[in-house]
């Protein structure tokens, strides 16, 4: 049934050009170089330390690894991640 309704919302996001992560509550990453990362869309922090940082998301979660990893800012649903990121994986 949930795959139905999110068809559905893509079909509707792709017909009306309005963003997909809007629609379907997708994550949205933005990375600047290796030092600076934006997530929008998330829904809280699962592990945080200065070299790994999980992110629960709408479906499944975002695990960040690095060097002196930092969060400098957390809202609702979005974070500014600073450090050295080394690598992001999207985990279902």
């Known amino acids: 049934m949930e795959k139905k309704k999110d068809s559905i919302r893509y079909a ?17 990453v933005t990375i600047i170089g290796r030092d600076e990362l934006y997530i929008e869309n998330h829904r809280g922090i699962i592990e945080y330390s200065l070299t790994r940082l999980r992110v629960n998301l709408s479906r499944g979660f975002l695990e960040v690894e690095g060097n002196n990893l930092e969060i400098k800012a957390l809202m609702a649903d979005e974070m500014k991640v600073t450090g050295e990121v080394l690598g992001i994986k999207y985990i279902d």
């Open 12 to 28: 509707m996001a792709e017909l009306l050009d309005i963003p997909k992560d809007l629609v379907l509550d997708l994550p949205k």
